[in-house]
């Protein structure tokens, strides 16, 4: 059997691939993060076994715990679902959860996910790249492992010329801003703040 690495997509329950739809539907174990909207998980067959491994703020689920239950459970021969919000792959630690799996011998396979970086300015009619205004978009982290926004170069990103799409910064927006302002962004930039962007 396999372990599925699944994207929900960025909230509404439409925006779910077929695939991932068809692999949630017939899944053994469903191990979720809290993005996984109730919908998505309803989905699920009513054997199926479903696992909250999500992060809440002061109350976080290690990842490495994360990685050792993906391991045992894709050792045991039982199709496992991974579900996480938005893609795998973009700050969803998709990565480190395939390099277990790939160390241990277990095999995966990554099912991509809308991403909420472009889902959800598409879905509040925000383009993230229009003829004549952004030719590209870049997508960064507002929060870092050591807590703070320190270890982004704000001031180069300032300088791109690119819409610049910060998810998970409201922690550090002040902070942020500040030092995209020293990079010379000018302070009547037009912002978009999204929260549960497509619900």
């Not at 779910?16 to 539907?25: D, E, G, K």
């Not at 993060?33 to 909250?52: F, K, M, Y």
């Not at 938005?86 to 390099?99: C, I, L, Q, S």
């Not at 807590?147 to 910064?169: H, K, P, S, Y």
């Amino acid at each position: 059997m396999t372990v599925y690495l699944v994207g929900a997509g960025p909230g509404d329950p439409e925006l779910l691939t077929v695939r991932a739809a068809r692999l949630v539907a017939r899944a053994d174990i469903i191990v979720h993060d809290r993005l996984a909207d109730a919908a998505i998980l309803s989905l699920a067959r009513p054997d199926a076994e479903l696992i909250d491994v999500g992060k809440r703020p002061g109350a976080p689920t290690p990842q490495e715990n994360i990685n050792a239950l993906l391991v045992h459970l894709g050792s045991q021969g039982l199709e496992v679902v991974r579900l996480k919000g938005g893609d795998p792959y973009v700050f969803g630690r998709g990565g480190e959860e395939a390099e277990a799996l790939l160390e241990a011998g277990v095999a995966y396979c990554v099912v991509p996910g809308i991403s909420s970086s472009i889902a959800a300015p598409a879905a509040a009619g925000v383009p993230v790249t229009h003829r004549g205004v952004s030719p590209g978009f870049t997508v960064v982290t507002g929060h870092r492992e050591s807590g703070g926004a320190d270890e982004v170069n704000w001031e180069a990103l300032a300088q791109t010329g690119t819409t610049l799409i910060v998810l998970m910064g409201v922690a550090h927006r002040r902070t942020i801003a500040e030092r995209l302002m020293r990079g010379g962004l000018a302070a009547d930039t037009p912002v978009c703040a999204v929260r549960w962007g497509t619900r």
